[in-house]
């Protein structure tokens, strides 16, 4: 059975603030990532080429993750391999959907807004609410 996709689009909660600018910047920008996505499957655009969103998943690897991980080593991040283990594992899975993207694959789109509303329910809002978190113990 196939899940559905929600017809309304995210948007910024109080609950979603982690109190860090730099995470903060990059979950609102992850939203949008994903509204647009949503846009695409629902056919709210006119072709449903999502080069741009590989664009944008790109640079949210090299502005937020790898700052991300910069910051974490610096501070002595006790979870800093496992974080940057996950980070690898997301590029993994982004690289995987784009050359099923290129290959013409049409489930490409639900599942990669799938995982990509997964990455954001459980990395960015548990794993980095963790870390800015201790980064935070550690500027006190």
């Known amino acids: ?14 609950e979603y603030e982690l109190n860090d600018k730099l995470y903060d910047e990059q979950a609102r920008k992850f939203l949008e990532i994903i509204n647009q996505m949503r846009k695409i499957i629902a056919g709210g655009v006119k072709d449903r080429d999502i080069s741009d969103i590989f664009f944008q998943l790109t640079y949210y690897h090299e502005q937020y993750m790898i700052r991300e991980e910069i910051n974490m080593k610096k501070l002595n991040y006790d979870d800093f391999e496992n974080h940057r283990e996950s980070h690898k594992k997301f590029i993994d899975h982004i690289l995987a959907f784009r050359e099923g993207y290129e290959k013409g694959d049409e489930d490409v789109y639900d599942e ?17 609410r963790s870390a800015v978190n201790y980064i935070a113990g550690t500027r006190i």
């Open 1 to 14: 059975m196939k899940r559905s996709i929600s017809p309304d689009p995210y948007t910024w909660k109080k």
């Open 112 to 128: 990669m807004y799938f995982y990509l509303e997964k990455w954001f329910d459980d990395h960015m809002m548990v794993a980095d």
